[in-house]
């Protein structure tokens, strides 16, 4: 199982790119060594949990909507209710 910090470790590389063309780019990317299956069962977790999403081409794409982000907040306030 995946420890915390190593979740938050995945999610920050994704946050700087938002996109990866593989999940080997990513893993390559990563700041310290991860047990690729470890690092499969994160990718899990955050595409359950909305965060990313996969391409048709197999890139993986960082979706997640940081309500923290002042241009996010910016966003949120012009945005239109339906």
Known sequence: MPRLDT???VEDALK???VFTSKNQLWRKLPRQVQY???VTIL???EESNKITYAKD???VWT???KN???TR???ARAVTL
């Open 64 to 66: 997640f909507m940081d």
């Open 58 to 60: 197999g890139s993986i």
């Open 7 to 9: 979740i938050i470790m």
């Open 69 to 71: 982000n002042q241009a």
């Open 74 to 76: 910016n966003s949120l």
């Open 16 to 18: 700087s790119d938002r």
């Open 37 to 39: 299956p470890t690092f």
């Open 44 to 46: 899990a977790y955050l």
